[in-house]
């Protein structure tokens, strides 16, 4: 599975973006995918997921402001930022698996297949 993630961008505190993981090589049917950030100096931290149900999972911080969504017809996965707030500025990848574990959604090493990263930059 070939990953491609897009949609990053400058935006002012308290505004949106949508970022897209498109997939190629394989349909995302039977895959979980996740969407995590990285700053510098810290660890990639898990930002939300969907797995192949359609069951989704949000980190605390990110809850209520971002919505996952997959389409399987276009084997896309969207990730909606509302709301954003300077903290949420970080480097976006998203990532598959097709084996996750209960409650490893959030851990980096869950995940086989990763998407080069999209820059997300909240600022005014």
């Known amino acids: 599975v070939q990953l491609q993630a897009s949609g990053g961008g400058l935006v002012q505190p308290g505004g949106s973006l949508r970022l897209s993981c498109a997939a190629s090589g394989s349909t995302l049917d039977y895959y979980a995918v996740g969407w995590f950030r990285r700053t510098p100096g810290k660890e990639r931290e898990g930002v939300s997921c969907?797995?192949?149900?359609?069951?989704?999972f949000y980190a605390d911080s990110v809850k209520g402001r971002f919505t996952i969504s997959k389409d399987n017809a276009k084997n896309i996965v969207y990730l909606q930022m509302n709301s954003l707030r300077p903290e949420d500025t970080a480097v976006y990848y998203c990532a598959a698996t097709g084996i996750l574990t209960e409650g490893g959604w959030g851990n980096p090493h869950e995940y086989t297949y990763w998407g080069q990263g999209t820059l997300v930059t909240v600022s005014s």
């Open positions: 969907i797995d192949s149900g359609h069951e989704t």
